[in-house]
């Protein structure tokens, strides 16, 4: 399927292949335009969904990652290893734990960030037309509706 020519496919999930396979595509080259900063893949996104969330519990974090609580274990323990992320017991209930992004650990993610929007900023001005660079910030927030979709239809279902 070419990028430039818009087409209904024959196959109902054609164009949902095409767009998937195209934001994998992105992911991948905004991951190998991230600085060594010492940490895994997997570490990196605890520490951006703690970030995300605020003040979190290990349950939590593990439910909005769609993993066990055992599976960041781990990987907390080596973002609070690295001061990146700091531990403290719940004062309503003295058997929770309570994990929050440091100010390293913050401004990591900022760095992290700030070198992935340049790159991705450089490339769409270098690559792409006008037309198509207007087209894709048009899109972006349909993106992000489609990416916030499942939270907002989770809610839904709770709140009846």
């Given at each position: 399927m070419s990028t430039t020519t818009l087409h209904q496919?024959?196959?109902?999930?054609?164009?949902?292949?095409?767009?998937?396979e195209s934001i994998m595509a992105l992911t991948r080259q905004l991951r190998r335009h991230r600085s060594d900063n010492g940490l895994t893949l997997s570490q990196q996104q605890v520490l951006g969904e703690v970030s995300r969330a605020g003040v979190t519990t290990p349950a939590e974090l593990?439910?909005?990652m769609h993993v066990r609580v055992q599976s960041l274990t781990d990987?907390?323990?080596h973002l609070e290893s690295r001061g990146l992320v700091a531990r403290r017991t719940d004062d309503d209930d003295r058997r929770r734990q309570l994990i929050e992004v440091t100010t390293d650990g913050m401004r990591l993610l900022e760095q992290d960030r700030?070198?992935?929007d340049e790159w991705l900023n450089s490339a769409m001005r270098e690559t792409l037309t006008e037309l198509e660079f207007n087209l894709l910030m048009l899109v972006a927030p349909v993106?992000?509706?489609?990416?916030d979709g499942d939270e907002k239809r989770e809610r839904l279902r709770?709140?009846?």
């Open positions: 496919s024959t196959s109902p999930t054609a164009n949902a292949t095409e767009l998937r593990a439910a909005r990987g907390i323990n700030a070198e992935r993106l992000r509706k489609l990416a709770d709140e009846r």
